[in-house]
């Protein structure tokens, strides 16, 4: 039953892949911009462990002052945390071809984990609908992807 679902989800993925949405995130794949997130994560991280220096070894920092940084480095540091792996998994996309026919080429000459991480990166989830009745075939329109499910 895991090919026809593999089937159908390749081709909502290929439809994608093949419209306006993959010129969107390969803007995202600027690398002088995640270079600077990744500085910028480093810097809160030392950031924070000074904060953490003044509040529990020279006890310079209060509290509820401490707490108010950690709170906010924490936030930044996961923030930046998420995007950049954000753009890991969505750097597979980077080499895929615009049209739709060399998609399909692309997509046929890929092996079987080449093609899982561009699932992964395109997808979050998949729904597949409980079968109103018994049959000897996977309907179509059970399967189903939310605009949510969508990583964009």
Known sequence: MAEPVDLLVAERVLDRLAGPWLQRMRRQLDTAELRGVAEQR???????????????????????????????????????????????????????????????????AADIEQRREIVRAVLRYVVIRPASRRGAGLDPDRVEIPAGAWKV
Not at 58 to 69: C, G, S
Not at 86 to 100: E, H, K, N, W
Request: net charge positive; hydrophobic share 40%; proline share 3%.
């Open 42 to 108: 480093e810097a809160d991280r030392q950031a924070l462990v000074e904060a953490a220096q003044e509040r529990f070894v020279t006890r310079t920092l209060n509290p509820r002052a401490y707490l108010k940084v950690k709170g906010e480095l924490e936030r930044r540091i996961a923030d930046a945390d998420r995007r950049l792996n954000q753009d890991r998994s969505i750097a597979v996309l980077a080499g895929l071809p615009r049209l739709r026919a060399d998609l399909d080429r692309a997509w046929e």
